[in-house]
């Protein structure tokens, strides 16, 4: 018996079951391989980009700087948001309701957008990783028992039961909750580190934004 013999004995819902583990597995582990990256360089470039920005002489400069230590886009965003308010240009522009606040209020409003997408970029891929995690035990589950619903319904018609009929099936059946453990383990696992790192990254960036504020409401053409 080769290890495909589960594969062709089990219906379209095991096969189906199947394959949606392995398509949730596939998922999961291309968003794990991709944020490990990300958290890696953003962990890096965070720190190094806010370093190079406070020892800028100017905005300008300090958004050339960026450019080359920002690999990830995480910091520059927030840079760029900040300048085109306090920016001498900027008291050209028609008059709105985005422009009738103090300065203070406006730089707050781009650096909370600004800050808002760096975020979502970070979060990217938390739902999925959350949802695989939580989902694919019981997909499994399902998977066992329509195999072992299947398999007994087989032997049934089949006349004499022995165990020795009963427990290959039925171990065969029993692959997919193991199946379905495999795929979200990991899942999990990825999910509440990648967490801890976001939480960090979000901190700094938080941090550096209002420190940003505080720097730009005071003195706008920094």
Request: overall charge neutral; glycine content about 8%; some cysteine.
């Given at each position: 018996?080769?290890?495909l ?6 219906d ?7 394959l ?17 990256r ?8 965070v ?8 020892q ?12 080359s ?6 910091v ?7 300048n ?7 008291t050209?522009?028609?008059?709105t ?8 209020q ?5 650096l909370r ?8 970029r ?6 999925l990783l ?15 028992v ?12 089949a006349?004499?039961?022995t165990?020795?009929?009963?427990a290959?099936?039925?171990?065969e059946?029993?692959?997919?909750t193991?199946?379905?453990l ?8 990825a ?16 941090g ?6 505080e ?8």
């Amino acid at each position: 018996m080769d290890a495909l013999h589960w594969w062709r004995q089990g219906d379209v819902v095991t096969q189906g079951t199947a394959l949606l583990l392995l398509a949730m597995s596939v998922a999961s582990w291309v968003v794990i391989f991709w944020k490990a990256r990300l958290m890696h360089r953003a962990t890096a470039d965070v720190a190094r980009c806010t370093a190079a920005f406070w020892q800028a002489p100017s905005l300008d400069v300090a958004a050339q700087r960026l450019q080359s230590f920002d690999r990830e886009a995480l910091v520059l965003p927030l840079v760029v948001a900040a300048n085109s308010i306090a920016s001498p240009a900027h008291t050209g522009v028609p008059a709105t309701l985005a422009t009738s606040g103090s300065l203070s209020q406006q730089i707050t409003r781009v650096l909370r957008d600004a800050l808002h997408g760096v975020l979502g970029r970070l979060q990217w891929g938390q739902v999925l990783l959350a949802t695989v995690g939580s989902t694919a035990p019981f997909v499994g589950l399902l998977g066992t028992v329509w195999g072992i619903y299947h398999a007994l319904s087989a032997m049934a018609g089949a006349g004499q039961i022995t165990i020795d009929r009963v427990a290959g099936p039925v171990g065969e059946a029993l692959v997919m909750t193991a199946a379905g453990l495999a795929v979200a383990i990991p899942a999990v696992l990825a999910y509440n580190v990648f967490g801890r790192f976001i939480g960090r990254i979000e901190a700094d960036l938080e941090g550096f934004a209002r420190d940003l504020r505080e720097l730009l409401a005071q003195h706008p053409e920094s």
